[in-house]
C-alpha cells in the first residue's frame, strides 16, 4: 500500500520538522554515497526502509531470490528495540533517542522478511515492538506516539498477518485494529460514501480519502500487500452501516470502485495549487484492495489501465513503484513480465543488485566463456574430441591437466 504518500507528510510535520524541505531533493548530495546494497538511487531519507521491503517484497512474490548482501542491509537497519526507522545511513551505530522509528518501515520490513523466510528472530522483535507502540484506540500512527491513522494501522496489520498472528486479536486497554479502522470508517450517504478517512480532522470529522481507503481495505480483511489471484467475484458492493470489518471493507470497495469508474479506470490526485493529475500508485493499490476483496472486474479493468499508462511513472519513481505494479499483476493474475510490453520484474531488479539467479547466471556465463574455443582451455578440449578416437581417452585428460597448469 502507499502508506508514504500521507505518513511521510504528516512525519515530515510532527517529526521530522525543519528538515522537511528536504524530502523534494530527490537526489543524495554528492558527499552522501549510497549503500551498494540499497535498491533506488534517490534519497532514501524518509524511505529506504520502506522501498528496499517492497522490492524484496516484490521478488519474492514472482520467484526471484534477491541478492543476499540486499536482504542482509535490511536487517541491519533494525535497532536493538526491535522498529525500524525509515533509514539509517549507519547501521553500525546504535539507535539511541534521536533515532525516529516509523511503524511503517517497520511493517514493510516484517512482511518482506518473513515471506523470505529465515528471519523469525528479526520480524519476532519487530512485531513485539509494534505492539508495544500500538495506541489504546487499538491503531498505530506513523511514528510512536501519533494519532492512529488509517494508512500505519493497515500497514502494520498486515505485517501481524504476515508472521501468522490474527491482527483483530492484537488489542490494547480492550480495543483492536477493527476496531480503530471502524472508527475512520465515513457512514453511508454524503460525500465519501463508504470511504475511509486518513484522520479525523482537528473537529474529528472524517474526509474521504482514497488511499487510506485502499489501505483500508486491506487492513479491515487483515491483509497484507501481496494479494494471491483467483478471488472470488463478488456482485456490486452496496455502503451499509459498516458495523463489522467486513462490511467496512466492503463499503470502501464500493467507494473505490465508483472514483475508478469516474476517471476511466484511475484515481486522481492533486497537490495544492496543482491541477487534478493520475495517481498511478493509489491506483495500483486500489487494484490490490479490490483483487482481495473479490471486486474482480474493476480490478481488472483498472489493471488494464495501468498496464498502458504508468510506465513514464515507474521509471521516474523507481523500486517502490515497480513493486506496486508487480502486486498490481500478481493479484489480477496479470503477467508482471509481459505489463502492457513492459518487463517489470527486470525493470525493479535492475534498479539495485542482481539478484542471486542473476548473479549465478553471470558467473556462470563467465565460467562458459573460459571454455570457448578461443582460449587455450577451449582449443585442448577441442583437440582433445577430434583425436579421442585415435589416440585414446587419456591424451584428453592429460591435455587438460597440463594446460591447466600452465
Not at 12 to 17: C, D, K, L, P, S
Not at 205 to 220: H, Q, Y
Amino acid at each position: 500500500m502507499n502508506a508514504r504518500s500521507s505518513a511521510v507528510a504528516l512525519a515530515a510535520v510532527a517529526v521530522i520538522g525543519a528538515a522537511a524541505p528536504a524530502a523534494a531533493d530527490a537526489s543524495p548530495s554528492p558527499s552522501q554515497a549510497l549503500p551498494s546494497a540499497l535498491y533506488g538511487s534517490a534519497d532514501p531519507t524518509y524511505d529506504g526502509v520502506w522501498r528496499q521491503s517492497l522490492a524484496l517484497l516484490a521478488q519474492d512474490t514472482v520467484g526471484v531470490e534477491p541478492a543476499e548482501k540486499s536482504v542482509r542491509w535490511l536487517v541491519r537497519q533494525q535497532c536493538a528495540d526491535g522498529g525500524f526507522a525509515s533509514y539509517r545511513a549507519d547501521p553500525a551505530a546504535a539507535c539511541d533517542a534521536k533515532t525516529v522509528l516509523d511503524t511503517n518501515a517497520t511493517s514493510a520490513a516484517v512482511q518482506a522478511l518473513a515471506a523470505l523466510g529465515g528471519h523469525d528472530d528479526v520480524t519476532g522483535k519487530a512485531v513485539d515492538w509494534l505492539k508495544s507502540v500500538q495506541n489504546k484506540d487499538g491503531g498505530w500512527g506513523y511514528a510512536p506516539g501519533g494519532a492512529s491513522d488509517t494508512n500505519s494501522t493497515s500497514v502494520v496489520v498486515g505485517a501481524l498477518a504476515a508472521v501468522g498472528e490474527k491482527p483483530e486479536q492484537a488489542e490494547k486497554d480492550g480495543e483492536s485494529p477493527s476496531d480503530a479502522l471502524l472508527r475512520l470508517a465515513l457512514p453511508c450517504g454524503g460525500d465519501g460514501d463508504g470511504a475511509f478517512a486518513f484522520q479525523p480532522d482537528k473537529k474529528g470529522r472524517l474526509t474521504a480519502n482514497a488511499d487510506a481507503t485502499a489501505a483500508g481495505v486491506l487492513g479491515a480483511l487483515g491483509r497484507g500487500m501481496v494479494v494471491e489471484p483467483g478471488g472470488t467475484s463478488q456482485t456490486e458492493a452496496r455502503c451499509a452501516k459498516p458495523g463489522t470489518p467486513e462490511q467496512a471493507a466492503s463499503n470502501g470497495a464500493a467507494y473505490l470502485t465508483a472514483a475508478l469508474a469516474e476517471t476511466d479506470g484511475h484515481l486522481m490526485s492533486a497537490l495544492a495549487g496543482s491541477e487534478p493529475q493520475p495517481d498511478f500508485g493509489n491506483t495500483a493499490d486500489a487494484v490490490v484492495a479490490l483483487a482481495a476483496h473479490g471486486a474482480t472486474a474493476q480490478a481488472e479493468r483498472s489493471v488494464r489501465w495501468l498496464e498502458k499508462n504508468s510506465a513514464d511513472w515507474a521509471a521516474r519513481s523507481g523500486p517502490a513503484a515497480y513493486a506496486q505494479l508487480i502486486f498490481a499483476a500478481h493479484a489480477t493474475g496479470t503477467d508482471p513480465r509481459d505489463f502492457g510490453g513492459a518487463d517489470l520484474v527486470k525493470q525493479l531488479n535492475a534498479t539495485g543488485p542482481a539478484p542471486q539467479a542473476a548473479a549465478q547466471d553471470k558467473a556462470a556465463a563467465e565460467k562458459d566463456d573460459e571454455k570457448d574455443p578461443g582460449s587455450p582451455f577451449g582449443v585442448w578440449w577441442y583437440v582433445g574430441v577430434c583425436l579421442v578416437a585415435g589416440v585414446g581417452i587419456g591424451f584428453l585428460f592429460s591435455g587438460r591437466r597440463k594446460q591447466q597448469q600452465r
